[in-house]
């Protein structure tokens, strides 16, 4: 008797204690969106004093490695950046890489931009985009360095924007949240799907609760900071997630971090088990580095927060029906992250009608819903990582080794440097 009364108190508090988290979760997201809509795609205005200075210079350093879908198109915007100072820093793995003769077009179809093709990797850690990017860092001229993923496409007013975000009071690293190109098609759509409902709904509440969250595929950062450390950007090649360490290293030394008025344009055209693959890897660098997060992630999921939500009313209201409590839930959810989506959009500019119908969303909605979990779930059974041929095994903290390599660096022997 006594013991069924407990049983009936704690069953009590864990289900107060779902509802309020629900409510919680609820809250936060309604603020995400409205964040989202007032923040992206804000026009900045430089003040006279900054452009009578002249804008500071930008090393844009792009680390390539084969050919990425659309890269034509995508590398071409960073020929037509509006921007008065700029260098482009394009570094390849060997110089035979397949990437060379479209960098080489572009650099001939705009002469007038500053633009150098670098084919010589310095293994300096692990990480083989840290050691293809460093022959960039080591030969770059100004002090703001941007980082920029081979598969980002930029708007022309996403660089200077960027720079007035680090010239902000501060400031030492600026990202991009990562986002999509909106183009046609159902891969797309999932990509879309995934990055401006569930992937944005928790990159903007970390970042607004002044949690480090930045990944690398577009961030820009002041030079200064980081070569405070002996080896500077080296150092990061100990970690998969240079990322994440990078902007824990600037924050560390005073700064803030903060996210840009546009989000990186991804071109997500590739196939949806690609995307797959790669959410898993980041899934696994997130254990890694802080285990509990994946618990929390979990429970901030549509199904799972669904589930318990349908258990935890209809036992403090026994006149609900949980099978109605979990429609009405995932309802929600779902124009939550229709919302979110479109506040990630461009909804005034070049993205103001969305390229897809309603019953596409919804079925890319449930399948990203579907696959979030089980990526997570996946990633919780892996031991090692495996990014682009390469098989890493990570500690806990982040620290990684390489397992095995299939594809080395081609110059790695030939470079005194390396
Ligand atoms: C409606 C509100 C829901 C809030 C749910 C918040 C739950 C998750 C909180 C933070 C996770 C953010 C994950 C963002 C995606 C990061 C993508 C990624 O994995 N990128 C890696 C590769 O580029 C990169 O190396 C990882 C970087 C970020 C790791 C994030 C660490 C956050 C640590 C937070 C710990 C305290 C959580 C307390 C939250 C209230
Ligand atoms: O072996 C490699 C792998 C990747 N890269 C470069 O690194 C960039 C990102 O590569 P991918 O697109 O494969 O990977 P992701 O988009 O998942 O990367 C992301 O996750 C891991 C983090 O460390 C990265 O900072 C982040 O960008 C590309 O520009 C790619 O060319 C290399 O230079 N060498």
Redesign the pocket.
């Known amino acids: 008797m006594l013991h069924s009364s407990y049983l009936h108190y704690a069953q009590l508090a864990a289900a107060l204690f779902v509802v309020a988290m629900l409510a919680v979760?609820l809250t936060?997201?309604i603020l995400?969106i409205i964040w989202a809509r007032v923040y992206f795609y804000r026009r900045v205005n430089f003040s006279p004093d900054m452009l009578e200075a002249g804008l500071p210079g930008v090393s844009i350093i792009k680390p390539l490695v084969g050919i990425d879908r659309n890269v034509y198109a995508n590398l071409e915007t960073f020929f037509t950046l509006q921007y008065p100072k700029y260098e482009l820093l394009f570094c390849l793995e060997s110089d035979s890489d397949s990437a060379r003769m479209v960098i080489e077009t572009l650099m001939e179809k705009y002469p007038a931009v500053e633009a150098r093709l670098l084919c010589s990797p310095i293994l300096c850690g692990v990480n083989p985009k840290i050691n293809n990017m460093m022959q960039g860092y080591q030969t770059a001229k100004h002090q703001l360095v941007l980082i920029s993923d081979s598969g980002v496409k930029m708007r022309p007013e996403a660089l200077a924007d960027m720079v007035w975000c680090i010239n902000q009071k501060d400031v030492g690293l600026v990202h991009q949240m990562p986002f999509v190109d909106q183009r046609p098609g159902f891969r797309s759509l999932v990509h879309s799907a995934y990055f401006g409902c569930s992937?944005a709904?928790?990159?903007i509440?970390?970042n607004c609760?002044g949690?480090?969250?930045?990944?690398?595929?577009s961030c820009l950062f002041r030079r200064q900071v980081v070569d405070k450390l002996p080896s500077g950007l080296a150092y990061f090649g100990r970690y998969l997630?240079e990322?994440?360490f990078l902007a824990q290293h600037i924050q560390s030394r005073g700064y803030r971090v903060s996210v840009s008025h546009y989000p990186a344009l991804q071109d997500g055209t590739g196939e949806v088990r690609f995307l797959q693959r790669r959410l898993i890897r980041?899934?696994q660098?997130?254990t890694a580095?802080?285990p509990h997060?994946i618990l929390?992630?979990l429970i901030?999921e549509c199904l799972a927060a669904g589930l318990l939500g349908a258990w935890a009313l209809p036992f403090l209201f026994p006149s609900l029906n949980p099978c109605a409590c979990f429609l009405i839930h995932c309802l929600t959810w779902l124009l939550a992250d229709y919302a979110m989506l479109r506040s990630c959009m461009d909804t005034a500019g070049v993205d103001e009608k969305p390229q897809f119908g309603r019953v596409e969303f919804v079925c890319a909605w449930l399948l990203c819903v579907g696959m979030t979990p089980l990526n997570l779930l996946v990633s919780l059974s892996r031991s090692e990582i495996v990014w682009r041929n390469r098989r890493f095994r990570l500690s806990w903290g982040g620290a990684t080794h390489e397992v095995s390599s299939q594809q080395k660096l081609t110059n790695a022997s030939s470079k005194p440097t390396l």
Request: glycine share 4%; net charge neutral; proline share 0%.
């Open positions: 979760l936060a997201y995400a992937h709904k928790s990159y509440s970390a609760l949690i480090t969250c930045c990944t690398g595929m997630a990322d994440f980041w899934a660098l997130r580095m802080v997060i929390l992630e901030a």
